[in-house]
């Protein structure tokens, strides 16, 4: 009877999970009815017909994120490098991911891969550094054209790592090493010659202000030269003015001409003192005291002149 029991129970529980079946949210099943294509069963609950209807293929309709496995590319300059990377895939038809392909997923890694390596062989490898988005983009476009009869959409691929042999990474940093000490160099010349160049560039404008000062200094040397010329001659000219008017005067020649004879016989009696040898006899030192008297007796002449001139002038 226990037997019997258990029997039933487990033939009802065999037809009612046959019967009902619940697709989740983040899935498509294809259902099958006698081995044949019925229907796509989006998510709910659904019926089914006992060992006629089955649900064939469960597809995830989210995205998925594939792992490239690395492998070993020759780049353009014959160089070997490892490259992986990831995929990342949408099913968008889920009836030609069941029935177009068997593994959409391997197939994708795989031509993901072939891909990979032809876009690799393109490229050089110092431009297989600086290139990945190029590289990432025509991946993309290449794996997206060979999957839509499988109804599935590449949405982007990323390479993960580029990796040359040890080789190939020694060489590399004696070249960016070289490459720096290269730079330094030229900083190190560019900044000597900036320095020449200011040096000089220095000089020449220490030069112009020198010269400049100079230039500056014997025009002001000349403009004092010339006003303290203008000032003498300004004195000098008032001076002659005033014994040109003092001459003018009334007894102003005979001064004159007395003074002239008083600076003669000065002179000349300076130069008897001086002298050992006696040219003109001694007595003509004497001249002054005849010249002065010469003089009293012209001044007193004058003198009566102007008196009698003037006592005449009454008269009248």
């Known amino acids: 009877m226990w037997t019997t029991l258990l029997i039933l129970v487990i033939i009802t529980f065999f037809i009612f999970t046959r019967l009902f079946i619940i697709v989740e949210m983040r899935e498509e099943v294809i259902q099958e009815r006698l081995g044949k294509y019925k ?3 989006k998510p709910g609950f659904h019926f089914m017909i006992p060992f006629v209807d089955r649900a064939a293929y469960h597809q995830e309709m989210r995205e998925q994120v594939l792992d490239v496995p690395s492998q070993t ?25 069941s029935y177009g392909i068997s593994n959409y997923q391997a197939a994708s890694v795989n031509l993901a891969q072939t891909t990979m390596r032809s876009e690799v062989g393109k490229l050089t490898l ?37 990796s040359p042999s040890k080789l190939i990474i020694d060489t590399m940093e004696k070249q960016m090493e070289a490459e720096r000490e290269k730079r330094a160099e030229i900083t ?19 030069q112009v202000l020198i010269s400049e000062a100079q230039r500056q200094r014997r025009i ?29 005067k009334p007894g102003g020649e005979t001064a004159v001409k007395t003074k002239l004879v008083e600076q003669y016989i000065d ?48 008269g009248n």
């Open 126 to 162: 110092d431009d297989t550094f600086s290139e990945r988005d190029r590289m990432n983009e025509n991946i993309v476009r290449e794996i997206d054209k060979a999957a839509d009869p499988w109804g599935v959409k590449v949405l982007r691929y990323e390479i993960r790592n580029i």
């Open 220 to 248: 002001n040397e000349a403009k004092g030269r010339a006003q303290e010329i203008e000032l003498v001659a300004t004195a000098t000219a008032k001076g002659l003015r005033r014994v040109a008017e003092a001459i003018s």
């Open 73 to 97: 590319c020759i780049t353009k300059d014959n160089i070997e490098v490892s490259v992986d990377g990831l995929v990342y895939i949408k099913v968008m038809d889920s009836y030609k991911a």
């Open 267 to 314: 002179e000349f009696g300076k130069i008897l003192k001086k002298s050992t040898v006696s040219v003109l006899p001694t007595e003509t030192a004497n001249l002054k005291t005849f010249f002065e008297g010469v003089g009293k007796i012209s001044h007193h002449t004058t003198g009566r002149s102007e008196s009698t001139a003037s006592n005449d002038r009454g």
């Open 188 to 206: 190190n010349s560019e900044g000597h010659r900036q320095a020449r160049i200011n040096e000089s560039e220095g000089e020449q404008q220490s």
């Open 39 to 41: 229907k796509t069963l």
